[in-house]
């Protein structure tokens, strides 16, 4: 680092100084503003939900009734399907989201590849509401008609197989929401992951070819390990991006407010209650209690992105 | 050994097989989205879409208002995310690298990147929208530029970073002061890649839907105020896709293809001069 004396001899002009000062003032400033936001975000929710935190207290998490007419409100429900929307999601597309990434770095024509990685990075970056469009008219009205209706036609009723998959056959449910989800998550992470496989040295990737391995082990027994860190930072930012998603779940989940009770049963997340609701509620408990489910969902993403990032963050060292 | 050769080849030829059905799932998965986008919007684009308001259902009509409230919120958003996020990119790359406090800001900036964009939209309300009483314009713009600024400040410290420190160098001994420096040499030197930051942070913004449902609301008619209610593209697609009516429909299809191929358009030009500038 330069020392101030060196950056400002004699006979240089005398705003010099000043205009240094200035400068670094106002880039200081602003880094500090991004500090200053995200403080804002975490009050501002906290502030505006308290109203909802006192009058329900723990009940808050652990009931399933919200009703917007006799003015309770248990979010339990929405909870429930933020989480299980967005673990489904992940179930679906890690191994999709690996599989891509595997394929492009190891076995993939180097033609081919750079135009697939290029493709899959760019399509990581559709806005989220062109995928929750061809959920709602495409996905959802073949997924009832073709999956849906005859499995619900099949399974006798009653079984254990039949509380699973109850439901509406519309298509609007937990499972085509998470499918939305993992459509949308897997380039991303695609291309996140690639990006991590092609920091390993190709020294040590070369080395295990030397002693024999085939591309299998070399992934497995290499490549993997060299990266486990970073895999699950980027495991955690997949997740992070499928929690607070909003408006590809927001089309297709049905928008049911009690706990879902199948697979195929619609239900609600934080982010899609809140986005249908919030412009519409007109009492100051509607407002704190959409507020609230906004501060939980905001400690829940930020944790896994933290946690993520501190991950990714040591996989870069 | 030679069964034990034979099975580890085995293993290898599934993991391959399946490696590739992976990759033809997800890459037909995303084909054929692109395709319903295709057609479906393109067939609906005819004059009337830049040259005519949202209709009645029923009556034809077009997207103006939309795209041109999209349009000013996003340059809202931008002006705002341009300067702080390359203000604060510039302290981060020169002034607070290796620095405690340079970590923590880069470390929470990495945070908001991937923050939940309807949390913003919630946050915006809470300063914007409740305390004056209205959804407008400006509270889409900020919601807009509290999105983008990461995404630039992370952008132009990559970049700043990678100028070479003999620039600086050079600079100083000519006794040049240190602002002096970075804003005359380094960020001339680095005007693609600031460029790209702007690139890559507009195709984040010119999408998003959920920091604009309650914060510029929409508006179903004309507007270039900024303190009124505004329509914008992303929020007019949700009301129209959700609508009953078919017409509406459809314009939501052309509204959502006209996003997808701005995006990937602002996109692959980012991309074209980021790779300009990483060549020597």
């Known amino acids: 680092m330069a020392t101030t004396e060196l950056a400002s001899p004699r006979g240089a002009p005398p705003g010099h100084a000043t205009g240094e000062i200035v400068f670094r003032f106002a880039c200081a400033s602003a880094a500090t503003l991004l500090l200053v936001a995200l403080a ?209 779940v927001t089309f297709i989940i049905g928008n049911a407010h009690g706990f879902p009770h199948s697979l195929f049963d619609s239900g609600s997340t934080i982010a899609s209650t809140v986005a249908n609701e919030f412009a519409e509620a007109t009492t100051e408990m509607h407002t704190s209690a959409l507020i609230a489910l906004g501060f939980l969902l905001f400690v829940i993403t930020f944790v896994v992105l933290a946690i993520a990032r501190l991950l990714l963050r040591e996989a870069k060292h | 050994m030679i069964t034990r050769a034979a099975r580890r080849r085995a293993f290898n030829g599934v993991f391959v097989v399946l490696c590739s059905i992976a990759t033809v799932i997800a890459l037909s998965a995303l084909v054929m989205i692109l395709w319903t986008l295709l057609s479906k919007g393109v067939g609906g684009i005819d004059g009337m879409i830049f040259t005519h308001d949202q209709p009645a259902p029923g009556s034809p009509g077009g997207l103006r208002n939309a795209i041109v409230g999209s349009l000013i919120m996003c340059g809202v958003g931008m002006g705002i995310a341009l300067v702080i996020g390359i203000l604060a990119g510039t302290w981060l790359a020169e002034y607070g690298a290796g620095t405690k406090y340079g970590h923590v800001v880069r470390f929470f900036n990495d945070v908001l990147i991937s923050a939940p964009s309807i949390l913003i939209g919630l946050f915006v309300y809470e300063l914007l929208v409740a305390p004056f009483h209205g959804f407008s314009g400006w509270a889409g713009g900020v919601a807009l530029a509290f999105l983008a600024t990461p995404i630039v400040v992370r952008t132009t410290e990559d970049i700043l970073t990678l100028q070479p420190s003999a620039l600086r160098e050079a600079g100083m001994a000519l006794g040049a002061s240190r602002a002096f420096v970075i804003r005359r040499i380094i960020w001339k030197a680095a005007r693609t890649g600031l460029l790209t930051a702007g690139l890559l942070g507009f195709a984040r913004i010119s999408g998003e839907t959920a920091p604009l449902l309650f914060t510029s609301l929409g508006n179903q008619f004309y507007n270039h105020s900024l303190s009124q209610p505004m329509a914008s593209l992303p929020t007019t697609i949700f009301q129209f896709a959700l609508s009953a009516y078919d017409d509406w429909q459809r314009l939501a299809w052309v509204g959502a293809l006209l996003i997808a191929v701005a995006v990937l358009f602002i996109n692959i030009v980012g991309r074209v001069l980021a790779r300009e500038t990483h060549r020597p």
């Open chain 1, 40 to 248: 804002g975000v975490v009050i501002s929710l906290f502030v505006g939900g308290l109203p909802a935190f006192r009058t329900f207290g723990i009940g808050f998490l652990t009931s399933t009734t919200w009703n917007p007419v006799t003015e309770v409100y248990g979010a339990a429900g929405p909870i429930a399907g933020t989480l299980i929307t967005a673990f489904l999601s992940l179930l679906i597309a890690l191994p999709l989201a690996l599989g891509v990434s595997v394929f492009l770095v190891e076995f993939c024509p180097v033609k081919l590849s750079r135009p697939i990685a290029i493709a899959v990075e760019l399509l990581a970056g559709i806005p989220s509401i062109v995928y929750g469009m061809w959920g709602l008219f495409v996905l959802a009205p073949w997924f009832a008609a073709h999956v849906q209706l005859p499995i619900v036609m099949s399974v006798t009723p009653g079984s254990w197989l039949d509380r699973f998959f109850a439901g509406t056959p519309n298509g609007a449910n937990i499972f085509t929401a998470s499918l939305i989800l993992a459509v949308m998550i897997l380039p991303y992470m695609a291309a996140v992951f690639r990006e991590l496989f092609l920091t390993v040295p190709p020294q040590v990737r070369e080395a295990a070819y030397g002693l024999g391995c085939t591309p299998f082990e070399v992934i497995k027994a290499v490549v993997i390990p060299y990266v486990r860190r970073g895999m699950i930072g980027v495991i955690m930012l997949g997740l992070g991006r499928a929690l607070g998603e909003t408006m590809a």
